[in-house]
Every structure is written in C-alpha cells, then in structure tokens.
C-alpha cells in the first residue's frame, strides 16, 4: 500500500497473524483519540497535519539563498531534536565527498556543534573556521540548554571578533520560542533574525518545521519536496483501520515482540547515508518509549559493515533481539563489477553485477540467517533517497512512534528521565539554585 513497502512475513513465525489482527479494535480507539487530539501528550500534535505557514517557508529559503551567497560555512548549534533532524536530512540527500564541488554551486559545507561539550572538536573547529565566511543557527528553545549554550556563547564571539558586531548580527540566524525564553530576549536585543519552534511540536517530532528545514534548505535539499513527501504520508497514514496503515502495523508488531520478551529493536540499513537518520530514529523512539519502567531499546546496526561485528551477537547472541531492516529500493548511482584477469581476490564470479545487485543479495542473504537464527525481522522499503522520501519516512517513523508510545501505555511526547542527568550537573556545577547533594 501507498509510496512505502513493508513486509512482516519473517515475524509470522515467532507471532501470529491472528494475533496481529486481534489489535484492530485497540488501533481505531487509540487512532481516534490521536486524530480528535485527546489522548496523551494532545498539546503536542501540531505535526499530525504537517502545517506549514508558507510565509515562513518562503522566508526560510529566502534566508538559505543569502546563506548561500556569503557563507562557505553554515554552523549548526543544537542538542537532541535540534539538530538531528537536518542532520539525517543533509547526511542522506546531499553528495557525500561534495563540499569542494560545492563551492562552485555556492551551497555551504553544514557543520553542526553543540551536541557535546568536546573542547577538542570546538577548538579545531574554531581553528578550520578562520579563514572562510561563516553565519551561525542557533537551535533551541529557552536558550539555556547546557551543549549548545555553550557553543552558542564561543561561536559567537568568535563571528563577533571576525566581522565586528553589527555584520555578526546578521549572520546569527535564531530558531527559538515565539515569545520567551532567554534565545528569545537575546535575539530581540541583537536583531538576529528569528524562526519559530511551534509550541504544539516536541523538540524530536519537529524536523519538518523551520528546526529542520532553514538548515536543510541552506545545504540545497528542495524542502518543499520534503513538505510534499510528508503531506502524502499524512493522507496515506490517516486510515484508522490495522489492515491498510503500515505505521499502525509496524507499531503493533514492535508491540506484540516486546510482548514476547523481544526488547531490544536493531534498525539496520544497508547504505551509509542512512546513518544519521537511524541516529534520529534512536531518539525519536528512545526517548518517546523509554519511561515508567517500559520500552523497546532502540539501537542501530550499518550493514554490511556491521555484519563482520555486531552480526555475530546479532546470529549467536542472546534473542532478546527484533531486527528492522531500511533497505533502498533504487540507488541514485550505479557500479559495476570489472574483469580483473589475474583474480587473485577472487571475485571474477561477480562481473557484470552491480554494487546494488550485490548488495541486496547480502541484504537477502543476512536476513535468512537472522531469522534462521531467531531474529525476527521487519522490511521497510523506501524506493530511493530523494526529499520527498525523506519527508514521507520521517512522518511514517512519527506517527508509527506515536502509536507504539500509546499501545505501551505512556506519553510518547515527554522527556522526564533527560532531567535527572541535568539536576545532577547543575548541583555538581553549583549553578545558582543547585544545592550539590550527591557526590560520586
């Protein structure tokens, strides 16, 4: 059904069928009670319909083409959701190796920060920055997360010292809260333009909003295909019934194995350019499951590379595990196996077979053994890497992840355990308002 294909059939020996059906009537309730806004987390569904202000959009590529125009570099300042995102995005759809051809198209290298607290990186970073024009985007809500507050704090200073205040200020480029928060106060003081971070779409479901899109937009990827691919998974993922909405049936599935005791989920995928976005779905699904004691471990597996690491566990191991496999239907490029006439690798049998050939076969092949092996496994097919697939999938992952969080009974839009960390660092900091109370 629809522009994605999923397949179960290698889970039907470890669930049934009929159990899988059995969830219809638990999927129409808890559908409705999504779609009328009235289930858990309802403040923070401003992504179901993917509502775009095309004022905004028109204004955020507006911004990406001056980015374009006076900047060699566009660096990215955020944490968790607010970077993630575009991270995927950039990571997926742009040249792997193309920052110098670039150069000539006037689209910036996107260089992200903030996500740690590694003085190593950011002095390097501050050192290979020195000679190339840079504008900053500053990502974040109240403007005093700790990562890239700090960042936030050294970039800018740095941009200050190089172009003097008043040229820096426009090159700050502010994605923050719409009416408060310190970001806020800062941008209105300086005159740094600003983007608004809906306050209906969580920090990891907010990708498709200016969070996601200014950077994605600066890098050369055509956000309004991106808008599209998600506008059609919206239409194609509204149906209320089990049987024809493979986000609800991913969702039950992913349900019925935890069930089983299967508590660990390893999304793999077979291209590198996935990789960023199987980081984004750790966080999507981590830290909207992971509460009041439940949850599936989200992890990732980059295949065939980790086949020679992490495939033996995956074979051998302990079978707590479920494997999801993103496989690319159609690859953008091709290449093809030589005639090498002394052979000593071997691998004259495989002339004339594509890269994509091969690779699917070991796909295929590792799939078998996996589930010979007792892993159940799931395929999504995405038929190429484009933007108007990355929109689609980043809202097939949404909603399915949505679903998933109310079939295990919690709010899938809260982050309460991520506090426990930041009480203790402020205590042990001895930020204002922190009495240290714990040692270790």
């Known amino acids: 059904m629809g522009y994605l294909h999923f397949s179960y059939e290698h889970v039907l020996r470890f669930i ?9 009537p638990i999927i129409r309730h808890y559908h409705d ?52 995102g575009a991270h995927a995005a950039i990571e997926m759809l742009g040249d792997t190796f193309g920052y110098l051809g670039h150069k000539e198209n006037h689209i910036p290298e996107i260089i992200f920060t903030g996500h740690h607290i590694s003085a190593t990186y950011n002095k390097e970073l501050l050192h290979a920055l020195k000679d190339v024009d840079v ?40 994605t923050t809260d719409k009416s408060e928060g310190a970001l806020k106060v800062l941008a ?4 740094y333009e600003t983007f608004i971070i809906p306050d209906d779409i969580g920090g ?15 890098s050369g990827i055509d956000i309004d295909e991106v808008i599209r691919g998600a506008r059609q998974a919206s239409e194609d993922l509204a149906i209320p019934t089990l049987h024809n909405n493979i986000a609800y049936q991913y969702a039950v599935i992913r349900n019925l194995l935890y069930e089983k005791n299967f508590t660990t989920e390893i999304l793999s995928n077979y291209d590198p350019k996935l990789r960023y976005f199987t980081d984004w779905w750790v966080q999507l699904f981590g830290e ?28 051998d191991g302990r079978r707590q595990l479920f494997q999801t ?50 892993v159940p496994n799931m395929v999504l097919d995405v038929p190429r890497l484009d933007a108007y697939t990355f929109g689609y999938i980043v809202y097939f992952f949404k909603k399915a992840c949505v ?22 660092m402020f205590e042990m900091l001895g930020k204002p308002g922190y009495v240290s109370k714990k040692k270790l």
Do not use: C
């Open 135 to 174: 504008s900053i985007n500053i990502i974040s809500k109240s403007g005093t997360t700790t990562e890239p507050g700090i960042a936030f704090r050294i970039f800018r200073t740095f941009l200050e010292e190089k172009y003097g205040e008043e040229e820096a200020s426009k090159r700050i480029y502010v």
């Open 288 to 315: 909207s499951e992971g509460k009041d004691g439940k949850g599936i471990f989200p992890a990732v597996a980059n295949f065939p590379t980790d086949l020679h690491s992490l495939g033996q566990y995956i074979q």
């Open 16 to 24: 049934s069928q009929k159990d899988i059906n059995s969830y219809d």
């Open 188 to 191: 209105d003081k300086k005159g």
């Open 403 to 424: 679903m998933s969080g109310y079939l295990l009974e919690i709010n899938p839009f809260d982050q309460p355990g991520v506090e426990a960390y930041k009480t203790n």
């Open 325 to 374: 496999i993103l496989r690319v239907e159609e690859e953008a490029e091709t290449l093809f196996v030589e005639q090498d006439e002394e052979n000593l690798d071997e691998l004259n049998y495989l002339v004339g077979k594509s890269l994509n050939e091969i690779n699917r076969v070991a796909s295929d092949a590792a799939l078998m053994a996996h589930v010979d092996g007792g």
């Open 33 to 84: 009670l999504i779609h009328s806004r009235n289930g858990m987390g309802k403040d923070f569904l401003g992504w179901l319909d993917v509502p775009v202000d095309e004022v905004e959009l028109t204004r955020i590529k507006t911004v990406a083409e001056r980015i374009k125009k006076d900047s060699d570099v566009l660096l990215v300042i955020g944490v968790g959701g607010s970077y993630l």
């Open 204 to 218: 990891r479901y907010s990708v498709l909003t200016p969070v996601g899109l200014l950077p994605m937009a600066a």
